[in-house]
């Protein structure tokens, strides 16, 4: 009995000893730390990085111009600084891809400032993409183009992180890639399908719609013409000297896809004359501006025009009736 008492003691002697040598430092810490300590470690902190580690993301689709708005953004952080750090993930090489604040980053650049605050966050391309784009849309002025190219980026970034597989297996299907940044945006679906449309302009035509030179919905159907003959519709528009009515690019593109889009085609129907046009009638304003006062304003010499067009058709009612 003795030498079995012996034995145990010797074994809880044994577990003791192995316990205190896979004691660390690390363990103790965590003895006299609290759960809200090692929460807060977790947390995202505010980093100051300088200007000059910030790169900008990857095929940033929004333009960062020096508009009026940008020398007020410069003149704020001039005055109060950066209110709202900036979000960047860190990059293998040491520097930081920049997600959100591009023009803030500018206008501090401007404002001679070299060190920015910065939310350091560790993410995925697809999740850094997502993110760039919602954060980005929140502005109040978004370019055609900018928007186009937006949805396009976070369609892709979503269809990478899961795509619709078995639909037959549930009962109510989940809402399409299109869906989700449609009810974000505020649109439907379709109108989300078609800024995406706009992606496959080549720039010249994309930079007329940014432009207000293109109207959206004609130049949705021309985004189904090649390149090359986009190209040649240029050239077709030059010697037509006008812009497609909606008609007139669906039926471009039409011809397109019954493989009749030449540039001989595309001049035809560009050269037709547009129902609107047919409505019109117009003068240039030196042809009318000589038979008023010079004080006369566009609106008076119309209402005068009008009432002279009034009274000579009275007129000329009386005149048949003798």
């Known amino acids: 009995m003795a030498k079995s008492g012996n034995s145990a003691e010797s074994r809880r002697r044994q577990?003791?000893?192995e316990k205190r040598r896979n004691l660390t430092l690390g363990s103790v810490e965590d003895l006299f730390s609290t759960?809200?300590?090692?929460q807060t470690e977790k947390l995202e902190k505010v980093q100051e990085i300088p200007v000059d580690q910030l790169i900008p993301f990857k095929n940033h689709p929004f333009k960062v111009v020096d508009d009026e708005a940008m020398l007020r953004t410069v003149e704020s952080i001039s005055q109060y600084g950066i209110?709202?750090?900036l979000i960047a993930r860190p990059m293998e090489d040491g520097s930081?891809?920049?997600?959100?604040?591009?023009?803030?980053?500018h206008a501090a650049e401007l404002a001679g400032i070299s060190v920015v605050?910065?939310?350091?966050r560790e993410m995925d391309d697809d999740a850094?993409?997502?993110l760039m784009v919602d954060s980005n849309l929140q502005r109040e002025t978004i370019l055609p183009s900018e928007r186009a190219w937006a949805y396009r980026l976070k369609l892709e970034a979503m269809k990478h992180q899961g795509s619709r597989t078995d639909l037959t297996s549930v009962q109510v299907a989940p809402k399409l890639s299109t869906e989700i940044i449609g009810e974000a945006a505020g649109m439907s679906k379709d109108n989300v399908k078609?800024?995406?449309?706009?992606t496959y302009l080549i720039p010249e035509l994309l930079e007329m719609v940014d432009q207000k030179q293109l109207a959206f919905n004609p130049a949705v159907e021309l985004s189904y013409l090649s390149e090359k003959q986009q190209n040649d519709f240029i050239e077709a528009m030059e010697y037509a000297q006008t812009t497609p009515s909606?008609?007139?690019?669906?039926?471009l593109k039409k011809l397109a896809a019954d493989g009749m889009c030449s540039l001989d085609a595309m001049c035809a129907v560009m050269s037709e004359e547009k129902k609107d046009m047919l409505d019109k009638v117009t003068f240039k304003g030196d042809e009318i501006r000589k038979f008023f006062p010079k004080s006369y304003t566009p609106k008076q010499m119309q209402e005068t025009i009008i009432k002279l067009l009034s009274q000579w058709q009275k007129k000329r009612e009386r005149d048949m009736s003798l």
């Not at 605050?117 to 350091?120: A, D, E, F, N, Q």
């Open 15 to 17: 577990t003791v000893a």
């Open 35 to 38: 759960e809200e300590d090692r």
């Open 246 to 251: 909606l008609s007139q690019a669906q039926r």
């Open 117 to 120: 605050p910065v939310i350091v």
């Open 83 to 85: 209110l709202s750090p």
């Open 128 to 130: 850094a993409t997502i």
């Open 194 to 198: 078609r800024f995406i449309r706009l």
């Open 96 to 105: 930081y891809e920049l997600i959100s604040g591009h023009r803030r980053k």
